[in-house]
């Protein structure tokens, strides 16, 4: 069987081009995310491409015992998996801290946190007993920076930078690598969803310079993962080239 890797939050943005990008190089996928449709339109355009196989799984990363038994239903040999991109994640809302929604801080810690801890605690284990492995984490530059507005958004990706520290020095003795990948501005479907369908708003976050694009951060991720065995990268800020930190972006 070939390389297999799983990526959390396929069918659209940084996940669904990683798809791509690992399937050029002829790893077979376990693809996850909550729009089947998507996931199945990537599957077979991936299997005509690539002749990659690909295992679908559609489940909310915010319910915990949906993540595991999805998981764990899985044939013993898609366990074997030697990449987890553990990108599902979003932002939802803009708003300073005493207008903030409590349900738009419930999305993003459930969703960018606690789902990414019930994803890694179920595929950790798998890497521990085959022996291999590799976790990449979606930070942010969020998550090593606080903006106006951001702090709830900010403080879900500090705690992935937090957690991708943690796992690295927890899974050191099995030999399993770990990176986290912390992207500026990327044009995704990320800011359509931070302000929840208004197309309109979130194009004017990357008006009047050239954002990152998806592949980019997806290559950077193949970079990571294709580096020797002897070598782990720790971690990468990627920006756009006119994107000095969060708040700093030359527009024309
Ligand atoms: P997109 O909105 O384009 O994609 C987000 C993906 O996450 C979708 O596949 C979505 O799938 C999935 N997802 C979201 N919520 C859930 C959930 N509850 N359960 C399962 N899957 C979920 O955004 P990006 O590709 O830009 O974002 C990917 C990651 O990169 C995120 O962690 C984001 O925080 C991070 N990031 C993005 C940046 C940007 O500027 N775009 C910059 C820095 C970091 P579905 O809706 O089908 O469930
Ligand atoms: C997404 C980038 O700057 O909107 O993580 O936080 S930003």
Known sequence: MSKIALITGATAGIGEACAHVFARERYDLILTGRRTDRLEKLSTQLKKEYNVDSKLLTFDVRDREEVISNLEALPDEWKKVNVLVNNAGLSQGLDPIQNGSYDDWETMIDTNVKGLLYVTKVVSNWMISNGFGHIVNLGSIAGKEVYPNGNVYCASKHAVDALNK???????????????????????????????????????????????????????????????????????????????????????
């Open 166 to 252: 943690g796992m690295r020095i927890d899974l050191l003795p099995y030999g399993i690598k770990v990176t986290a990948v912390h992207p500026g501005a990327v044009e995704t479907e990320f800011s359509e969803v931070r302000f929840k369908g208004d197309k309109t708003r979130a194009k004017k976050v990357y008006d009047g310079f050239e954002p990152l694009v998806a592949k980019d951060i997806a290559e950077t991720i193949w970079f990571a993962v294709s580096r020797p065995a002897h070598v782990n990268i720790n971690e990468l800020i990627v920006m756009p080239t006119a994107q000095a930190t969060a708040t700093n972006i030359f527009r024309k």
